[in-house]
């Protein structure tokens, strides 16, 4: 029996379609092995979710946040926020099934317990059973990520889908942040946004990092400065004021056209950007000190300083909006209500 339009309007509509062919296949709960059955059907997925056509959505992708830049939008959030790593809870198992390896096949190490190279070991029942519980805790770990990875994406393409975002170095980021990508995984967010974003007849355009060095280039003067990792904040060379580094080079991710960066159109996109960024604080105007040196500088606030304050994340709807108090940052959704 079918489901109403009312029930689920998405399953409705792709079981109204021919079948295809049926796939079994089996995954591991609980340690048991779960049988499913999957129905192909016939024609193309309906879509679930509402997707802009055509508009420019810039993004910079980092080990812990992802800034998101589109049509008079902006935002920070947070990289797989509901994924959580039991890091004691794993590190207990892990030392569980050494001592049970170790306790249970003697022959199998050195006498500076180190592994014999060749050897062979007879798992216990005990260590079938932590390993067991083991996968358990990374399979949840798993489906959470992949669930979080899904509705970010949508929330992304709800505002364009037309991706540009710098070609990332997924090795750099796992040998810097190793515990940040294995509990995050950006790169298959990134494999998983591209598949979503051709199915939604657009594409995710890979920009090229070493020329265009968005998280140096200052669009006002036009000059690259390399800057510390620790320095989350830009300060702009004309003196007007400090913007947040993400949110800035996703706006010139956004800005970027044929791989080259144009100074005329990043200035258009500005003016119509810089009131959303004023309203959200990822960009602030501050007083501007002229050193005697000649240099240009401005105050920049600390990061965790402006997330007390609740600039974590938010955008504006249109380039000309009321002043609205600060919102949560965990409830924060990249879908902009009414102000």
Partial sequence: MLPSKTQDPYLHQALTNKTKYCRVLWRVVSGSRR??????????????????????????????????????????????????????????????????????????????????????????????????????????????????????????????????????????????????????????????????????GGKLIDLHTWSLKMSQYDHTTGVCTKKPLSQRWHVLGDGSGVVQRDVYSAFLACCVMSNTHHPSHIETMWAAQKPVLLQTGWLRSEPAKIEPSGKITVATPLEQVVCDRGFAAGHGLDAVVARREPGDPGGFALRTPCL
Avoid at 81 to 86: C, F, G, H
Avoid at 89 to 103: G, I, N, P
Avoid at 113 to 139: D, L, N
Wanted: aromatic share 8%; glycine share 8%; charged share 25%.
């Fill in 35 to 200: 049988w499913f059955v999957q129905l192909m059907q016939e024609g193309i997925a309906p879509a679930k979710h509402e997707q802009a056509c055509g508009e420019i959505v810039g993004l910079d992708i980092g080990p812990s946040t992802v800034a998101v830049v589109g049509d008079n939008s902006a935002s920070l959030v947070k990289f797989c926020d509901t994924v959580v790593q039991p890091w004691k809870e794993t590190r207990r198992l892990q030392r569980a099934m050494d001592r049970s390896k170790r306790a249970t096949n003697p022959h199998c190490f050195n006498a500076n317990g180190t592994w014999k190279k060749g050897q062979k070991f007879a798992p216990s029942k005990r260590y079938t059973a932590i390993r067991t519980e083991y996968a358990e805790v990374e399979r949840k770990l798993a489906a959470e990520r992949k669930r979080a990875h899904g509705e970010l994406a949508n929330q992304i393409l709800g505002l364009g889908n037309v991706i540009q975002s710098e070609t990332l170095s997924y090795l750099a980021f796992q040998k810097n942040y190793g515990k940040s990508v294995k509990v995050r995984a950006p790169g298959m967010f990134v494999e998983q946004l591209r598949r979503k974003a051709e199915s939604a």
